[in-house]
Every structure is written in structure tokens, then in C-alpha cells.
């Protein structure tokens, strides 16, 4: 189910093709998605998964992009409302979820009857949203009408109410809610010049961290003839510059503590290329890696059955699910290891889910000792909001392809996900129970 918001007063735009509307699940109390006008500006870069900010009622929201391609869903073009809001801006630049997991997003809002919103808003970071409220702020007009005699009552109790807050803005909520005014008491406000309106974000997302970069735009010698006469720490550090450029500013800063006249010098004589380059995170959680687990062990010849029938299944390219049975130490890890070996040498992907956070250091430090830290990632809920979404973008761009993790960890971004593992699958910790209730295990094994 998909719903379409329309614009009141926006002017009809130009005919509206089948790349100009995108489908966007808003995290909202509302089945289905909605459909939002994508501007000209957006249409080369915006794709499934982005994280967008969308204007809804009163508010801006941050939706997902499910669909950019509509034929299916719309129909004719000619049936499109023109009149449909438009895409505010890209929030994060990197699409947060591949295209394959939207099919899981729409079973699990359907078979848990749950808004299809918050489904995706559930399984991701909670640093990827934003919002912004509406709020009126006193205009000087507005305060000089304080004065006049001849201002009406109830216009005056609201420019009051402006003028007597602490703060420089209200929110439109809280003046009719608490303060009774309304809506059509704000509008002739506005009308008169005495308030203006605008939007106050209320959460901001996190933003994927850059570094600043200089390159020479011209070969050293050239450089440094441009000055009349030499300057050892500007020489040095057009040398240095154009040895080793691209290079970070905090390289620099620490390179040349002193040299930042130098740098200005420089980038006036237009001689340095400088662009913004995104951080590559580091793996999240450091622990203690087992050394015993960095090479494949002999396997006994239950652990050979199973593991040959799972690479069977791989070899096929067919869904099968299997279930593993043994007690403590009876060598499931080892399993799932040399499974997780063969998955990754197919260049596809693998999620281990264990039941309990506090059990993820010990396989997190199995796996990294097996595969190396930064092939496997981790997410739970005891990272901090900048650790997750540092992990969730390593997984979104392919850097990790191992995500180890509790149930949360089944929405990981994975790309050409092979396997999934769900150790001691009965356990109860699978099952959330509050918000979106759902169950990791059966949610694996839909996807």
C-alpha cells in the first residue's frame, strides 16, 4: 500500500516522467510508503537507499528511497498527481541499504503488521535520521505592534506570548496545543508581518566524517619559482606536499606545526588543489583475537557432513536452511568459520547472529583472528551512535563482509548476502518485544 501526498500551493511543475517520483518509506504511524517528486538536482544521484528529507504535514521528515523506478507502481505517467511535494536534499551522500533487502522491509511490515516506516527505521542506525518542527518566531513589526492601542486581543496575547519566551522560536505544536491559538490566528500574524514561520531541525543526522586534502596543482619547481625568495618552511612544505600529496591536514599539522602562513600562501597563489575525502573508519570494538582460531582446524566427521552439505547449497546458488545440532564445544564455530571462508571466497557475504551483546566479543575475536579486523564488522545496540553508523557505512560500501552481531544484526547491509548464521537459534534473547516485534530467526530465513 503506498500513499501520495500532494501539495496545496505548490505550482504545477513540469510533466513529471517515471524518474522524476520516487517511492520513500517515512518513519511514521501510517501503513505504506509515499510518493515525493525528485528534483532535477537529485536526478543523477539519487538511488535506493538513500536516506532523504521529505516535508511531511507540518514537519520535515528523514524517509528512505525504496524505488526510483515507478512504471510498475504509478502506472501511466498521465495518472501521476502533478502536484506531488518534492524531495528536500540527500541527508548522508552513501545509500544506506542495498536494493535486495527492500522486499525483506515489505514482508516484515506486512506479516508484522507494522508501519512500513518504522520497520526501516528499526533497522537502521538511529544517528541516519533527522526532523525539523515548525516553529514562529517575533518579528521586530510584530514587536512594535505591542504598542499600538488598536492591535487586537487575541493577536496581542500571541505576540506576547512570543515576547515574554525565553527562547527565540515556538513551536506551532506547542502554541495550539498549550497555549490554544490557532492555526488561522498564525496565519493572519504572518499575513500582518508580525511573526515569521520556518523550520527548526529538532535531530540532526550524523554525518559521514571528511578530511581535507592538498595536492600541488603544479610540479614543485614551478612552485616555489613563483616566490621571489626562498622560505625554508614553505619550501619544505611544497617538497613534502609534492612527494607525498595527496595529503591529509592533520598529516600536515603534524609534519609542519608551525607551517600554516604557508599553507595560506600557498592556496592564494592558487597553487595547491585542495577536495574534501570521506574517512575510512576503523573497525569498531577492539578485542582480544584467539590465536588458536587464525588457522582452519581439522574437522571431525559430523563437522565434515555438515559443512559439505552447506557448500553444496552454495555451489547450487539455492536457499537451504539447516540446522546444526550439538552441545558446548562440540565445534559449531569451527563450522561456521570454514562456511564463512567458503562464502567470502565467492565474493559474497556473511551475518552470524548470536543470541546475547555479551557473547559478540568472543566470535567477534574468532572471526577477526580468521579473517582480519577489517573484513568483519559488528553492530549492537553497545556501540556508540558515531561506532555503528561508522560500522553500518564500512558494511553499505563492501569494506566488511562478515557482520557479526545480536538480532539487530539479521538488517545488516550486506551486499550478495551467502550465508547467515544463527547460533543457538531457540534462544528467546531473538524475539523483540517491543516497537517492531518481530524475530530475527524467522527474519533470516526470509532473507
Known amino acids: 500500500m503506498s500513499g501520495v501526498l500532494r501539495a496545496k500551493n505548490s505550482e504545477p511543475g513540469a510533466p513529471l516522467t517515471v524518474e522524476s517520483v520516487a517511492e520513500v518509506a517515512v518513519p511514521v504511524a501510517a501503513p505504506g510508503s509515499f510518493h ?6 537529485l536526478h543523477e544521484r539519487l538511488t535506493v537507499g538513500h536516506a532523504v528529507t521529505v516535508p511531511f504535514g507540518r514537519r520535515r521528515l528523514t524517509g528512505y528511497v525504496l524505488d526510483v ?13 502533478r502536484d506531488l511535494k518534492s524531495i528536500v536534499g540527500v541527508d548522508i551522500e552513501q545509500p544506506l541499504f542495498p536494493p535486495e533487502i527492500v522486499p525483506l522491509f515489505r514482508w516484515i511490515a506486512e506479516y508484522y503488521a507494522h508501519p512500513l516506516g518504522e520497520v526501516v527505521r528499526t533497522a537502521l542506525p538511529g544517528s541516519t535520521r533527522s526532523a525539523s518542527r515548525e516553529v514562529v518566531g517575533l518579528l521586530p513589526v510584530g514587536l512594535d505592534a505591542l504598542g499600538s492601542a488598536e492591535l487586537p486581543d487575541d493577536l496581542r496575547a500571541l505576540l506576547l506570548r512570543l515576547a515574554e519566551s525565553s527562547s527565540p522560536t515556538l513551536t506551532v505544536t506547542s502554541l495550539r496545543r498549550r497555549d490554544g491559538i490557532s492555526g488561522t490566528l498564525l496565519q493572519r500574524a504572518v499575513r500582518e508581518g508580525y511573526v515569521e514561520k520556518s523550520q527548526a531541525q529538532s535531530r540532526v543526522a550524523v554525518k559521514v566524517r571528511t578530511e581535507t586534502m592538498f595536492s600541488l596543482a603544479v610540479d614543485a619547481r614551478s612552485a616555489r619559482q613563483v616566490f621571489p ?14 612527494r607525498f600529496g595527496p595529503v591529509s591536514r592533520g598529516d600536515l599539522k603534524e609534519a609542519f606545526p608551525t607551517a600554516s602562513a604557508s599553507l595560506r600562501q600557498l592556496q592564494v597563489k592558487d597553487l595547491l588543489q585542495v577536495e574534501e575525502r570521506e574517512v575510512v573508519p576503523g573497525a569498531a570494538e577492539r578485542v582480544v583475537l584467539e590465536p588458536s582460531a587464525a588457522t582452519p582446524h581439522a574437522l571431525m566427521e559430523a563437522q565434515e557432513q555438515a559443512l559439505d552439505a552447506i557448500v553444496t547449497a552454495l555451489d547450487e546458488g539455492a536457499y537451504r536452511a539447516f540446522l546444526l545440532h550439538g552441545v558446548t564445544g562440540s565445534g559449531k564455530t569451527e563450522v561456521y568459520l570454514q562456511a564463512a571462508d567458503a562464502v567470502l571466497s565467492r565474493g559474497q557475504s556473511a551475518v552470524l547472529l548470536v543470541p546475547e551483546i555479551g557473547l559478540t566479543p568472543q566470535f567477534l575475536g574468532r572471526f577477526r583472528a580468521r579473517f582480519g579486523e577489517r573484513e568483519v564488522a559488528v553492530l549492537h545496540s553497545g556501540l556508540t551512535e558515531r561506532e555503528r553508523f561508522d560500522e553500518w557505512l564500512r558494511i ?10 545480536p538480532r539487530s544484526a539479521v538488517f545488516a547491509p550486506v551486499r550478495d548476502l551467502g550465508l547467515v548464521v544463527v547460533d543457538e537459534e531457540h534462544d528467546g534473547s531473538y524475539k523483540q518485544d517491543s516497537s517492531l ?3 530475527a530467526r524467522d527474519v533470516a530465513v526470509v532473507r
Do not use: T
Open 69 to 81: 523506478d515507478l512504471a510498475r507502481d504509478l502506472g501511466d505517467v498521465d495518472d501521476v498527481p
Open 36 to 41: 515525493y517528486r525528485i528534483p532535477e538536482s
Open 229 to 242: 625568495r626562498p622560505g625554508p618552511v614553505r619550501d619544505r612544505l611544497i617538497d613534502y606536499i609534492g
Open 396 to 405: 553499505a560500501v563492501g569494506e566488511a563482509r562478515l557482520v557479526v552481531g
Open 437 to 439: 516485534r518481530y524475530n
